[in-house]
């Protein structure tokens, strides 16, 4: 028997982001959800704001489904933005604000955007490549001409939630990767796919009321966005917003605001440990500490542990396409298998296959496959990349690594970052470990580079803590007496920093280019 729902109990049951949102403004309408600078919304007047920039995206003529490309850094208005997209049923495209102009009209011809908001900041790149771009809206974050979202959320605009028929499955997101070996892709997140993902973050990483978040990192980037703002907001949480993860910036917002719960990728936590604020700033009011992104080298999460020893650690492990979060390190686990990504969240069912899609016995390496709620439905306009990334029922992370027999998940590599030198396989992260263990070491990532007679010769890029000195041959020498020879690299290389994508990841394709080239 078929039952076809009525208007009226569709709108009932419906769960789009803009309900979700709807429900955390009735349980704590005047609580703070957000405070950037000295703006502070609270639930209730958030809530309006973002009715009246829905209400003025849809009164320029955007129809649901319509795609709204976001090019700006960290504000009030951006967030903004986002949860009007939701309400009013577009679709937001995110663009990393560091991209060139003609990465930028990739991203927004791509997408076929009709509207383009960017900071003010950010429209001379614009305007470099308008006559390009398929949009014919063009806005600001603030402080810009014609359709400033924070204006409208401040203005006298009808404050009403807009009175459509969103479908929950209909896509509101397309979360472009990073394109590190090809043209970006544009993953495909609907209101359902995200509202599993964040049940997932709330119940692995203990998100509540009472937390008090600093966000910190780029919210074109998933996991700042899906993996701790989003969810918070949902919770009744408050959000601190600051423009970038700058360690000044992040002691003086901890300190002032007490702040609790604070994410950040090991490049940005690094930076925290070796800057001398770290001790003169008063840090007690921390208690939840998150890292991911990329993987943690063990050593760097020793000495966190050792000096922040009241703040409880979550290891975050996963990908856009999986809205981010996969799998979770506990605090109680990082005393059991700290070099683990944990197990697999509450919406993830997670594997690891050979080639055939059968299981790897225990122990074995293998690629990490998913099948979750929480996963993308496609990449934009790519079928076939889609269907590759989809190949035998199972989204295809690109990560190689294995289970333990305790069901702890632990990442190797990425496929493109495993080296092959003489006809053997090295993790490259493997090499890392071993060399952070080193005291003059402050950061460090080993690549493969071309070799006529390694085919992939294993090379460290180094930056030395301030006041330390070591050599090529002395750093070669050290690796020799700790691991097997084929690992050991063939050479390292010295460098003031490591380069870094805005979202704090390494950008290992950089040093790759750079180091073969010289």
């Known amino acids: 028997m078929t039952h076809t729902l009525s208007p009226a109990i569709r709108r009932t049951i419906r769960n789009t982001l803009g309900d979700a949102l709807q429900r955390a403004v009735r349980r704590s309408p005047n609580k703070d959800a957000l405070v950037f600078g000295d703006r502070r919304w ?7 704001a973002v009715n009246r920039v829905a209400n003025a995206l849809l009164a320029q003529g ?7 490309a976001a090019y700006g850094k960290n504000s ?36 076929g955007a009709r509207a383009l908001v960017a900071d003010t900041g950010m429209q001379a790149q614009v305007e470099q490549v308008r006559e390009s771009l398929p949009c014919d809206i063009h806005g600001s974050f603030y402080n810009g001409s014609g359709l400033d979202v924070l204006a409208l959320a401040q203005g006298n605009g009808p404050s009403e939630t807009p009175d459509l028929d969103i479908d929950e499955n209909a896509v509101c997101q397309i979360l472009y990767t990073s394109g590190t070996t090809a043209a970006p892709k544009g993953a495909m997140m609907t209101h ?30 998933s996991a700042q966005m899906h993996v701790f703002l989003m969810p918070h907001l949902l919770v009744g949480a408050t959000t601190f917003l600051i423009p970038a993860p700058t360690p000044d910036a992040c002691f003086d ?58 703040v409880r650690l979550f290891n975050c492990y996963g990908q856009s396409e999986i809205a981010p979060l996969a799998t979770v390190l506990s605090p109680e686990e990082h005393a059991i298998q700290p070099a683990s990504a944990g197990r697999p969240v509450l919406s993830v069912e997670t594997r690891v296959v050979d080639d055939q899609m059968q299981d790897m016995p225990l122990g074995e390496m293998g690629e990490i496959v998913h099948r ?68 003059a070491v402050s950061e460090v990532a080993v690549i493969a580079l071309p070799d006529e007679r390694w085919i992939e010769a294993v090379t460290a890029v180094v930056c030395l803590k301030d006041g330390f000195s070591a050599s090529e041959e002395e750093l070669i020498a050290y690796a020799k007496e700790r691991m097997a020879h084929f690992k050991v690299p063939k050479s390292v290389h010295f460098v003031d920093d490591l380069p870094r994508s805005t979202a704090g990841k390494l950008l290992k394709r950089e040093l790759r280019k750079q180091f073969a080239e010289a």
């Open 42 to 48: 609270t639930y209730q007047a958030l809530n309006q």
């Open 62 to 68: 955007l129809q649901q489904g319509d795609r709204v």
């Open 76 to 111: 009030d208005a951006y967030v903004l933005l986002w949860l009007a997209c939701n309400r009013a049923g577009l679709v937001h495209v995110p663009v990393n604000f560091a991209l060139t102009e003609s990465e930028l009209t990739y991203i927004v011809v791509q997408s």
């Open 192 to 221: 359902r796919s995200l509202q599993a993902e964040y049940a997932s973050c709330i119940a692995a990483l203990e998100l509540n009321a009472n937390d008090r978040s600093l966000a910190s990192l780029p919210l074109y980037h």
């Open 253 to 310: 917002a901890i300190a002032q605001h007490g702040i609790t719960s604070f994410f950040a990728p090991p490049t940005v936590w690094i930076a925290l440990l070796r800057h001398p604020g770290f001790a003169a700033h008063d840090l007690s009011s921390l208690h939840k500490g998150y890292y991911g992104a990329s993987i943690m080298p063990v050593p760097v999460l020793e000495e966190l542990r050792q000096r922040m020893p009241r």
């Open 372 to 439: 979750s709620p929480q996963t993308m439905i496609g990449y934009w306009d790519k079928p076939e990349q889609t269907e590759e990334a989809f190949e035998g029922g199972w989204f295809h992370s690109g990560d190689m690594g294995y289970f333990d027999q305790d069901g702890f998940l632990f990442v190797v590599d990425r496929v493109k970052d495993i080296i092959n030198t003489g006809g053997v396989v090295v993790s490259s992260r493997e090499v890392e470990e071993c060399l952070f263990t080193h005291p």
